[in-house]
């Protein structure tokens, strides 16, 4: 029986009470009740080390003995300053001046400022727009949304937002043609062509992409073309490839960054989520040094925020970076997304509702259908994306799902937990899948 909570002054959005959070360690959360759920979505895919990682836990205890916070106007930090060499290690070449920030829409408004900025002190001053994707999440402060593809969430500031070319995610699995996928990729590439060339090449920055989809297209991975094909456009009109790895990066797909699977030369790359995993907020816009220096030069980047740099915040983040080493997490979410994946595609073999399963090392996804030849979603009145997720917290599996997709909607469910997963834990995450969707299925009499 789960603790009816006092009302509280704290509120989100328009959502029920959860349970109370008591402890959290490894891929596992209990509430205060004693109840057990995995995090199989390390929560909105960040807890990629797990939960309560003494090593994480012992270099903050540390830093706090020292000093938890240095204004950076004062004082450089020691956390700061190795924080932005590990990651400048970790990143294509030439891309290595770092700028902290405490999350990911924080890192990408940072990249739309600095981007504008080199623009101008290399006096290109008429490029301004920056073309993203639909759909696409990249965070919901006023500039971020702009490039954020989901009207629902931009809706209601519409007159706020200098709203920005989109052109269509590369959902090609949803196409029905006879190309093949590599070709259906140079076809949204070439869409992205056709937008620069409409809204004239000299006023186009930048083209921002989540390089692996997040929560707004459920894991979508595009064909190796399409790839290929976009940064040479941006190269053929000068326009800067800003990476949204805020989701992908620090591991979560395969390799610390998702560029790496297709050797992509990003100029800007944000950061957040599994970079501090969870133990911190922070977030990271790492630049290309060619942007920088013309923007130091002429006058300095107009831009920051007090928390910048943190001590304790960096401090988390080294030991994170360590620990993703030590631990060589990247390839776990090779191995252990390669099974995993295998095991959600066994699925479908038993509901014929499940139609799609994708997704890149431990960001995987799959997304329910009525109709699997032609891809056609459930109802929207179902609201399957809440029924099963439901299905499965009240067996103590967390899963994290979106209703989205596209011109049309599907629900999709990320199924994505910490990088540290083991085999053993694979079977218990689909042990309570099964039972979840097999509830699900005889609810909806499917
Ligand atoms: N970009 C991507 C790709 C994301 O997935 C998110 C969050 O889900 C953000 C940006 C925004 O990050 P935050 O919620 O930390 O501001």
Known sequence: MTRQHPPSNLFYQNRQRRPMIGEARGIYIWDADGKRYIDGSSGAMVANLGHGNERVLAAMRAQMEKATFAYRLHFENEPAEKLAQMTAARMPPG??????????SEAVESAIKLAR?????????????IISRYPSYHGSTLGALALTGMDNMSAPFAQMLREMPKVPAPTCYLDHDDLSMDERGLRYAEMLRAEILAQGPETVLAFIMEPVGGASTGALVAPDSYYKRVSEICREFGILLILDEVMTGAGRT??????????????IIALS???????????????H???????LAHGGFIHGYTYAGNPLACAAGVAVLDEIDRLALSQKAQDMGALLKAELIGLKARYPFIGDVRGKGLLLAFELVSDVETMTPLPKAMDT????????????LILYSRRTRGGVEGDHFMVCPPLILTETQIGEIM????????????????
């Open 95 to 104: 891309v290595n001046k770092v700028f902290f920030v405490s999350g990911g």
């Open 117 to 129: 900025q080199y623009a101008i002190a290399v006096g290109e001053s008429s490029r301004w727009k």
């Open 254 to 267: 395969g390799r610390f960054l998702a560029a790496e699977h297709w050797g992509l030369q990003p100029d």
């Open 273 to 287: 989520k599994g970079f501090a995993a969870g133990y911190a907020p922070l977030g990271a816009m790492v630049a």
């Open 289 to 295: 040094e060619r942007l920088v220096e013309p923007v």
């Open 385 to 396: 994306h809440i029924h099963l997720v439901e299905e499965a917290f009240s067996r103590g």
């Open 431 to 446: 042990e309570i899948l099964t039972d979840s969707l097999d509830a699900f299925a005889d609810k909806f009499d499917l």
